[in-house]
């Protein structure tokens, strides 16, 4: 009995993907997932975020522990021994980019050679202090420019790009708003 070696494209398992969007297709309970994050503030401007867990369908899945160690620049009184929350959104919307850019060229068959993604945001400190109500306190604009060398043609990166900027997780939770519940419990 032969057996046939998975079809990688960027390193990803092309039968898996088709698979895996099968049976959310099939049942979409498969497909909802429940991040976490605890955060817990160390000293000063301090803070270590663990990541460990999650559920999908339902299910608690335990994996590896992550942590994410934040902090400020020594201009916003910080240490500077993490980046500062601002900057791991940037980050953040870089790595979902890159899932999503990897995903979906591998799925149209398009071998990518290089990528990379260069992200900048403005803040103005003024809303963040409450120094100014006309100020926002986050970011008062975002720009990602995506570098990509690909054995395709122009139309098709846009494709690509339209495709991966349309299901972005990261990139709709910037954009469009999020219901945010927020709970104080003194303990």
């Not at 160390?42 to 608690?60: C, H, M, N, R, Y």
């Not at 021994?81 to 940037?90: D, K, M, Q, S």
């Amino acid at each position: 009995m032969a057996t046939t070696e998975p079809t990688r494209v960027n390193g990803v398992d092309v039968s898996a993907l088709e698979g895996a969007v099968e049976a959310i297709s099939d049942d979409p309970e498969v497909g909802r997932f429940t991040f976490r994050a605890e955060t817990a503030w160390q000293d000063a401007l301090k803070s270590v975020t663990t990541i460990d867990e999650f559920d999908q369908a339902g299910e608690t899945i335990h994996t590896q522990e992550f942590t994410l160690e934040g902090d400020e620049p020594e201009q916003i009184l910080g240490e500077r021994t993490g980046p500062n929350a601002v900057e791991l959104l940037l980050g953040a919307l870089g790595s979902c980019l890159s899932v999503g850019y990897a995903a979906n060229a591998a799925h149209m068959g398009i071998t990518l050679e290089e990528l990379r993604f260069e992200m900048a945001g403005d803040v103005d400190l003024r809303g963040f202090l409450g120094i100014s109500e006309d100020v926002r306190p986050g970011y008062e604009s975002i720009t990602c420019t995506v570098y990509v060398t690909a054995d395709t043609s122009e139309a098709e990166l846009a494709e690509l790009r339209e495709r991966v900027e349309a299901t972005s997780p990261v990139m709709d939770a910037i954009m469009n708003e999020v219901p945010l519940e927020t709970r104080l419990v003194a303990e």
